[in-house]
């Protein structure tokens, strides 16, 4: 069982939006940065968002992030079939002394 | 090119140990606190140790703590996660992965390996 609560999957039709939402709690997201990983199996996770909501460089606009209180969001628009994965977000457990994730949602563009 | 590649996964017997390897390369090693992450069959991504730069502070997850030591060499820029009394349910891909920040609260790991597979059976 995560530390952070991730829905397990989530689908949308190809150019939609779709947001997948991450809950932890005041030791965990509410006072520590979060950030959001894209995985694909057999290939190696891939940053997507941290500091909350900031992209690294090459990783397009049409993925974001925000936060607020103990829970985060990452929305992905204008859906691509290429966007089937895996995602994760992450942060620092301050009670925990520990790195924690959510469990995963894996994301079907139908 | 800038890369982590992991090393040293197999197949071990409950109980036994081992060690996994981080070799990076392309960026200055030295400078970055390095995590050890792991992905069991079927289930999603689970943290497992943090050390910082010049290895002074680590810190282990709470079902590896006493079981796991993470340490680095700077001068042959590779991680290491030196794995005792393994159990079945220490399965899993473990990726290396690296940590632009040195504040905890503050990190996210902005590069990450392929991974190496261990497989604790009898």
């Known amino acids: 069982q995560s530390v952070l609560t991730q829905p397990p999957s989530v689908s949308a039709a190809p150019g939609q939006k779709v947001t997948i939402s991450c809950s932890g709690s005041s030791s965990n997201i509410a006072n520590n940065y979060v950030s959001w990983y894209q995985h694909l199996p057999g290939t190696a996770p891939k940053l997507l968002i941290y500091?909350?909501?900031k992209r690294p460089s090459g990783i397009p606009d049409r993925f974001s992030g925000s936060k607020s209180g103990t829970s985060a969001t990452l929305g992905i628009t204008g859906l691509q079939t290429g966007d089937e994965a895996d995602y994760y977000c992450g942060t620092w457990d301050s009670s925990l002394s520990a790195g924690v994730f959510g469990g995963g949602t894996k994301l079907t563009v139908l | 090119q800038v890369q982590l590649v992991e090393s040293g996964g197999g197949v071990v017997q409950p109980g036994k140990s081992l060690r996994l390897s981080c070799a990076a390369s392309g960026f200055s090693f030295s400078n970055y606190t390095m995590h050890w992450v792991r992905q069991a069959p079927g289930k999603g991504l689970e943290w497992v140790a943090v050390?910082?730069?010049?290895?002074?502070?680590?810190y282990s997850a709470a079902s590896v703590k006493g079981r796991f030591a993470i340490s680095r060499d700077n001068s042959k820029n590779t991680l290491y996660l030196q794995m005792y009394s393994l159990r079945v349910e220490d399965t899993a891909v473990f990726y290396c992965?690296?940590?632009?920040?040195?504040?905890?609260?503050?990190?996210?790991?902005?590069?990450w390996g392929r991974g190496t597979l261990v497989t604790v059976s009898s």
């Open positions: 500091d909350n909501n």
């Open positions: 050390i910082s730069f010049d290895g002074s502070n680590k």
């Open positions: 992965a690296r940590d632009p920040r040195s504040t905890r609260a503050h990190g996210f790991f902005d590069l």
